[in-house]
């Protein structure tokens, strides 16, 4: 680092290290141009997080960066990083590709295998399809559980946030976790049959119209041909990156068969803890003559996944 550059460890606040090309393809943009490119970063990523649609690397440097600044990326991103976190409380952070696996997943896997002397390895081309870098970008929110909990609460007046004012978007999110919560204790990969039946026992089944308050907020009508179907409903979690459909990998069931996991959004967005806690909060209040405590549940559920939570 020379004095020519030192504003770049300050911009960032020395968050990382940065290589020398990136160094001198920032100097070659100057400061002022550093700043605005990442304020332009940050309103797209907002943009892209009110559609809950991911954003991609290739994206930003034709819209935000330009090919001749492409070098600079990871410094414009850095500083694009801290204005979310210090004034959005949000970040950027890299979600995996359709079809490849939980990073963090793969990881726990590895180490219990190593932990074990386990002699079952991943080919070279697995191990790259699970961890390869998928340039892909969705804001998750830096709050820690208690904040939210803690403005949530009406203990001292009126909330900051009124759960009850996000009419449409509070049910589609409790269904939402419902279907999660299923994929979860299914061994994180649950039968399109499965989901079904269980979502049938709560009076929801695929070709239905979902009740007013399971509709998204753009379809707030009272028209009940614009209502939306328990099958919308999964192709929009698809579509936002909540769920992903996949072919059945059990030999036994027909070739036709699906199964439903989680998508990446989901993993970075909730998480698995935060995916049990709910449910046992919901066994909780449903079984309110039971003394088992939420711990148990929990060990339950990290059971019945097959290993323990991640995320």
């Not at 330009?66 to 979310?84: D, M």
């Not at 726990?108 to 998928?134: F, H, I, M, P, Y």
């Not at 989680?262 to 935060?274: D, F, N, T």
């Amino acid at each position: 680092m020379s004095q020519h550059d030192a504003w770049i460890d300050a911009l960032t606040q020395g968050t990382q290290d940065f290589g020398a090309s990136a160094r001198k393809a920032a100097q070659n943009i100057g400061e002022t141009n550093i700043k605005k490119k990442a304020q332009d970063l940050v309103r797209l990523a907002l943009f892209h997080e009110y559609e809950r649609t991911p954003i991609r690397r290739d994206h930003i440097i034709k819209h935000i960066i330009g090919k001749e600044a492409s070098r600079a990326f990871p410094i414009i991103f850095s500083q694009a990083q801290n204005i979310l976190r210090t004034t959005f409380a949000f970040e950027l952070v890299e979600a995996r590709g359709r079809g490849t696996e939980n990073p963090l997943l793969t990881q726990q896997e590895a180490a219990l295998d190593e932990r074990v002397g386990s002699k079952r390895r991943r080919t070279d081309e697995s191990v790259r399809k699970a961890s390869a870098s998928t340039h892909t970008y969705i804001l998750r929110s830096t709050l820690p559980p208690d904040i939210l909990k803690l403005m949530a609460s009406d203990e001292s007046g009126d909330p900051v946030l009124d759960w009850d004012a996000s009419e449409g978007e509070l049910g589609t999110m409790g269904l939402l976790f419902v279907v999660l919560g299923i994929i979860l204790v299914s061994g994180r990969q649950a039968p399109d049959a499965r989901i079904r039946a269980c979502l049938a026992q709560v009076s929801l089944s695929i070709d239905r119209v979902m009740p007013m308050s399971l509709q998204p907020l753009e379809s707030g009508t009272s028209d009940h041909s614009d209502r939306h179907t328990l099958d919308m409903f999964f192709q929009r979690a698809m579509r936002q990156g909540y769920l992903e459909r996949v072919r059945a990998t059990d030999t036994s069931q027909q070739p036709s068969a699906l199964e439903w996991r989680w998508g990446p959004r989901s993993e970075v967005e909730m998480g698995e803890h935060a995916v049990a806690s709910f449910m046992a909060e919901l066994y909780g209040q449903i079984k309110s003559e039971s003394s088992e405590p939420s711990v148990s549940i929990l060990k339950r559920i990290e059971r019945a996944a097959g290993t323990s939570l991640v995320g």
